[in-house]
């Protein structure tokens, strides 16, 4: 019975994006994206939730390259990579980190994550 079936809830990086994006829809998707993955996440920690994480920064990353405003980008990195930070991909993040161009943006993820300066 199909009925009583237990459905898995789709994940908001799961779904698909219908037309292309504008640079403020692609921010606010980027910015869904990791507020969804960092809620979802904070409840365990496992392979799972690392899977979870990964396929949330890939869609995330995949999106914030067609953003064609600097700063928006920059920003949707930023947040991307508070996302690769929570799930302790630090060899993601740093790579992220190194393609912020907006000086303030650099300085507050600096702030943020000292351990990306190095």
């Known amino acids: 019975m199909k009925w009583f079936a237990r459905q898995t809830p789709r994940d908001i990086w799961d779904e698909a994006i219908e037309g292309p ?3 403020i829809e692609a921010a606010e998707r980027i910015r869904a994206i990791c507020a969804a993955a960092s809620a979802a ?8 939730e690392s899977q979870r ?14 953003i064609s405003d600097g700063v928006m980008r920059d920003d949707a990195v930023h947040r991307i990579v508070n996302l690769c930070m929570k799930a302790n991909d630090l060899k993601t993040a740093q790579i992220l980190f190194r393609a912020i161009h907006t000086g303030w ?3 507050t993820v600096q702030r943020d994550h000292p351990t990306l300066a190095q």
């Open 21 to 23: 994006l504008g640079d």
């Open 41 to 48: 996440g904070s409840a365990r920690s496992d392979k799972r």
């Open 53 to 66: 994480y990964e396929r949330a920064a890939k869609v995330a990353m995949e999106i914030a390259m067609k």
């Open 105 to 107: 943006i650099r300085e």
